[in-house]
């Protein structure tokens, strides 16, 4: 990899407000350019970068916005990594695309699905015919599916175990008694769908349910168990870089104990770590 450099006053600076080091050219400390979901991704890096546990390795985090496709902006080389997504999207996404230059180099948390409503209080109030909004991508669609299989709604022609996340469809479910019909939205929007007079309830990641100020633990009606769960958010770096110091100092330090604690302390189960918390 070829680190961005910084000067040493300008990552003083950086690691002492939390923002992002400016690159430059000359000697100093590793600069490495993440991009990243606001929360919790965000959230856990900028943990990451004020507890020290980087040493002279400085963070320069980009928020993921709009419809900027943070693995191109991998694959093609304008970030270092990046730290939004599971393994399951990530190996779909290389599919589709035809490349197989990204590789994960750590797991830190899962952020179990939720199927959320401002108009049922529980399954057994679903309808015949009401509509579930879920999200639009491939690995989530059918994630969602198996949400919904887990709460007596669906039943799919395998279990999660078995089944290859990235090819299951509607064209999977074998009953669906109550004749639920779907619309696929992108994951963002889904939260929003909670009022929206034609969608009854909508699968939603924990991840857009904070940042719409709903509570997982509290809010939704039915939650994706976190016992043998796939679907770990990941740190993604090209293949390349793998060994790269800069990219194992942050890998090391997002899979530690201490940062373990942190999620567990932080998100009160909205957000889970997938390591042993520490003291």
Not at 97 to 106: H, I, P, Q, T
Request: hydrophobic share 45%; proline share 5%; aromatic share 4%.
């Amino acid at each position: 990899m070829t680190l961005r450099r910084t000067l040493s006053v300008v990552s003083a600076v950086a690691l002492a407000t939390g923002l992002a080091a400016c690159s430059a050219s000359g000697t100093g400390e590793d600069t490495l350019v993440i991009s990243a979901s606001a929360t919790p991704h965000v959230e856990i890096l900028e943990h990451v970068r004020q507890s020290g546990a980087l040493g002279d390795v400085v963070l320069d985090i980009k928020p993921v916005t709009g419809e900027v496709d943070p693995n191109e902006l991998l694959e093609a080389g304008d970030v270092d990594a990046n730290f939004f997504q599971h393994h399951p999207y990530l190996a779909d996404w290389q599919q589709q695309k035809g490349v197989d230059n990204l590789e994960s180099v750590a797991a830190v948390h899962l952020e179990p699905l939720g199927l959320y409503s401002n108009k049922i209080a529980a399954v057994a109030d679903l309808k015949d015919g009401d509509t579930i909004a879920l999200p639009k991508d491939t690995t989530n669609f059918a994630r969602a599916l198996y949400l919904l299989e887990s709460a007596g709604l669906l039943e799919l022609d395998k279990p999660l175990s078995e089944a290859d996340i990235a090819t299951v469809t509607a064209a999977n479910i074998v009953s669906n008694p109550k004749n639920l019909r779907f619309v696929e939205l992108e994951r963002a929007q889904l939260a929003r769908t909670v009022d929206d007079p034609a969608i009854t309830a909508s699968v939603v990641n924990s991840n857009y349910a904070l940042e719409a100020g709903l509570n997982p633990a509290d809010d939704s009606i039915v939650r994706e168990s976190v016992d043998n769960n796939p679907f770990e958010n990941i740190l993604v770096v090209r293949s390349e870089d793998a060994s790269d110091p800069a990219v194992t100092a942050l890998a090391d330090a997002l899979e530690s104990p201490e940062v373990a604690a942190w999620i567990a302390e932080n998100y009160d189960g909205a957000v889970v770590p997938v390591h042993e918390v520490g003291a």
